[in-house]
């Protein structure tokens, strides 16, 4: 499949761009610079300029989100209404311009912020309606209202709400969890937390199954992508015995105002995230890119996390 894809070079599109080539799509990313990966082309793009040709694109996966660095929530910064401009109006310009280009299925990279408008420790279901709370929430939610308008034009489209990604960086960028383990390294208080999260290369599998899946098992048109709930205490315990950690761990946080999302449609089309017996090892290969050589098993034995 022909697959044109925006924000490869971030975290996210970065591994989605990844997995779809190897899985033998044709890759188009469009953005502002070239991704370095095998079989991936480049097309110029960006939210707020000119529409790129997609006459000859069989897919949109549109992953971009202009927005401060490392924040998506707040990611606004002092200009809401700019945010507002590239990341929801730049999204109808692309989805309307792909449909009339003839691109026939369209998956929106969505997040799990449409849900924040629940009360805390509320089971979040496939197909719940969105309810969000803050400005990033919103413009998800009404990108997936406009894409969901194309059904009756005859595209095939999903939105993918995504909980929180972690695994290994884009090229040139910091992973998700560098300032916590910085922090816990130089024995900063750490606040406690819980909360859910998704492997990248599992998003990318997910994704994948979208493009690839009869338009029929696409409706209802929203997936939730979530799979372990995970408390940073226990995060930095594995982080300081695969690493050598001298911080201090922060008290356990309280699982009971996680709200949990069930991701059962994703199951039903074969969906199987790592779940917590593989996050130990991506914790691990993480670790040992970032270091350029192998983490040994067990971790170093330089000081051992503190109990607080």
């Not at 069989?58 to 990611?75: E, N, Q, T």
Request: charged share 25%; glycine share 12%.
């Amino acid at each position: 499949m022909r697959v044109a894809l925006t924000g490869a070079t971030g975290l996210v599109g970065y591994r989605i761009a990844r997995h779809l080539a190897r899985r033998g799509h044709a890759v188009l990313a469009l953005g502002r610079r070239p991704v370095d990966l095998p079989g991936v082309a480049h097309r110029r793009f960006e939210l707020a300029g000119a529409l790129p040709d997609l006459g000859e694109v069989d897919a949109l996966v549109h992953a971009a989100l202009s927005h401060l660095p490392g924040r998506y929530r707040g990611g606004e910064g002092e200009d809401s209404a700019g945010f507002r401009r590239d990341n929801l109006d730049g999204t109808l310009r692309l989805f309307a311009h792909a449909r009339a280009c003839g691109v026939g299925r369209i998956v929106f990279l969505s997040s799990r912020a449409v849900y924040d408008g629940y009360p805390p420790g509320t089971a979040l279901e496939d197909g719940l309606p969105a309810r969000p709370a803050g400005l990033y929430g919103s413009v998800k939610a009404e990108g997936e209202a406009a894409l969901a308008d194309m059904v009756g034009d005859g595209a095939a489209v999903a939105s993918l709400r995504a909980t929180g990604i972690y695994g290994a960086s884009a090229p040139g960028h910091p992973h998700k969890w560098a300032d916590l383990f910085a922090a816990f390294d130089a024995g900063e208080a750490v606040a406690p937390r819980v909360g859910t999260e998704l492997h990248g290369d599992d998003l990318a599998s997910a994704v994948d199954l979208l493009l690839r899946a009869e338009a029929a098992a696409l409706r209802p048109l929203t997936f939730n992508a979530s799979d372990i709930v995970l408390d940073r205490r226990d995060l930095l315990a594995t982080y300081a015995e695969l690493a050598g950690g001298a911080g201090r761990l922060p008290p356990r946080g309280d699982p009971a105002r996680v709200s949990v999302m069930r991701c059962d449609r994703l199951r039903q089309l074969g969906w199987t995230p790592r779940g917590m017996a593989g996050f130990r090892q991506s914790l691990r290969d993480m670790l040992a890119r970032e270091a350029g050589s192998a983490v040994p098993e067990g971790g170093e034995t330089r000081q051992s996390a503190k109990e607080p």
